[in-house]
Structures are given as structure tokens and as C-alpha cells.
Nanobody, 117 residues
Framework: VQLVESGGGLVQAGGSLRLSCRAS????????MGWYRQAPGKEREWVAL???????NYADSVKGRFITSRDNGWNTVSLLMNNVKPEDTAIYYC????????????WGQGTQVTVSS
């Protein structure tokens, strides 16, 4: 699976931004897709995921502000970021987990999100 993120940029605190992740390749074995982020000087942090039955889960830090969703067939997964805060500034990475005999994770290249105060 190949993943390409888009939609990052500069946004003011309190504003909204939508990230997209376009998946290509063999998608049949995907069990979930989601997002991590990494701020400067910090470890990569899990943000959200959506499963094949459209269940979504969120980190406490973004719950109630971010919404992740997918289209049919895993072609595109989106992350709608509402009421953003300066602490949301990070590089956001899309990932996909596939189930074969073991779980295999693919990653996108990342997209920068900067929130100004």
C-alpha cells in the first residue's frame, strides 16, 4: 500500500484544517487506517484511526475536535481538524495496517501542520 498525505499548512488557532490520505496499491487486506503526529523534539504520537466497520477512535488530546473518516474501499481517509490549538503543530503521518499472516504497517511521507496563536 502506498500512502500520500495532503492538506497541511498554516492555520490560526481556533480554525479548521482537513488532511487527506490517498491510498493506492492492494487495499483488500487493510484493517484500519489512521494518523500519527510528531512535534519538534517529541516522540511520534497516535492521533486517530478508523476501522473497516467505520468505527473511529481518538487520542484524548484531540477527542471532540478531530474527526477521521474514510470513503468506501479505503481510497481516501480524511482528518478534519477543528478548533486547532498551537499544540497541534506537528508533522502528521497517515498509516495503514494490513492483516496477512501478521500485521504490516505502511506510512505516508507526512504533511506539516502549523497552528499560529
Amino acid at each position: 500500500v502506498q500512502l500520500v498525505e495532503s492538506g497541511g499548512g498554516l492555520v490560526q488557532a481556533g480554525g479548521s484544517l482537513r488532511l487527506s490520505c490517498r491510498a493506492s496499491g492492494r487495499l483488500l487486506n487493510i484493517i484500519d487506517m489512521g494518523w500519527y503526529r510528531q512535534a519538534p523534539g517529541k516522540e511520534r504520537e497516535w492521533v486517530a484511526l478508523v476501522t473497516r466497520d467505520d468505527t473511529s477512535n481518538y487520542a484524548d488530546s484531540v477527542k471532540g475536535r478531530f474527526i477521521t473518516s474514510r470513503d468506501n474501499g479505503w481510497n481516501t481517509v480524511s482528518l478534519l481538524m477543528n478548533n486547532v490549538k498551537p499544540e497541534d503543530t506537528a508533522i502528521y503521518y497517515c498509516y495503514a495496517r494490513e492483516s496477512f499472516t501478521q500485521i504490516y504497517t505502511s506510512w505516508g511521507q507526512g504533511t506539516q501542520v502549523t497552528v499560529s496563536s
